[in-house]
């Protein structure tokens, strides 16, 4: 029985890729996610003199000036940017296609190539709590009645001058960031604790392949969304009003934190192995301590729920650090619902009928 469990754990140790922690890996990183970074937030950049150059214009007229398939091709290179990006890193570092997490997206149970369908049908999704993250700011810019809405919030939470030098921009800046990531932190647990159901189809991956990260769906999207939204519109007033006193560097903060989630998702379902060093780790979840989310083994369940910080898992008890990850002998629940049937239906009909047939079952025990 040992020997089985030492075995399985060789196979999934033979997949990791480890990144060599250099200045210069972090540099080429940032560097790389900077495409990702202009396109996401091209239209709520604040406006500026910096440089004497309209970025947000210049961006937008570029684009509309490329013609249909050329512009086409920037649009879909800038959603599939970071799998891209990731796959090419896995390969430079393995050197072989076969250790690629995409190659793995055969093993995992269920459909065939359902991770890559869900991928595709993720494109066209509605993605709520991206969409608050991104474009509640968006509105806040545009819209002038949403601003003073905004801003009366903000004045009466926090007294008149209170904020009157940097580092209280800063501050409120880092305060708005920890509301937002305490919104992902309670409605990743919730959907743990009360959205099993739905929340299943996400553990229902038997590899982590780097595009398992998009086994959501719909109900899934709106269920995150909605728990999120107190948090994520309170988040608002606080990021707000800093980008509005701080501008650019707040800003360039803000965008690096919102592509950072995107990035961390990617990588934590991706065999690159990325430990942040001390102190950053007592303050950023590493992308592959998710490996332990998806963990199969009991000792791992319901823990390290974070998207982009550790701190809130820190505070409730639930963080789980990389000395854990020798334990790890396999992902996800191989005989879930989700792994039987089309990966059209369960995308899209199975977490409704399962979170169905759940209320019908309280409702016949508590009539
Ligand atoms: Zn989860
Ligand atoms: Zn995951």
Known sequence: MNNLIKEKNKTFLKYIINIR?????YIILLLAIAPRVLWMTK?????SNLFAL???LNFNNFINNLGFTKSLLIKSLSVSWLFILITFFEFIKSKSIRNLSISRINYSKGGKYADLIYYMLSLFEFKLSYLTYFATLGIARFSGSFRSFLNKVYENLVPIDFFSNSFMILFMFILGLLIFELGQYISHRVSHAYFWEVHEFHHSATEMNILNVNRTGPLHQAIIGIIDLPFVLLGVVFVNQSIVQGQWPIFIMWTIFGVAGECFGFIGH???KLIFPKPI?????SPSLHWLHHSNNPKHFNKNFGRVLCIWDQIFGTYLDETNLKDIKGFGFKHSAYNKYNPL?????????KLLQ???KINFRFP
């Open 21 to 25: 922690r250099s200045k210069f890996t």
């Open 43 to 47: 239209d709520v950049m604040p406006d």
């Open 54 to 56: 309209n970025v947000k």
């Open 270 to 272: 991706s065999s690159l």
């Open 281 to 285: 780790s007592y303050i950023f979840l």
């Open 345 to 353: 239906y369960c995308y899209y009909i199975l977490p409704i009928k």
């Open 358 to 360: 759940r209320k019908l």
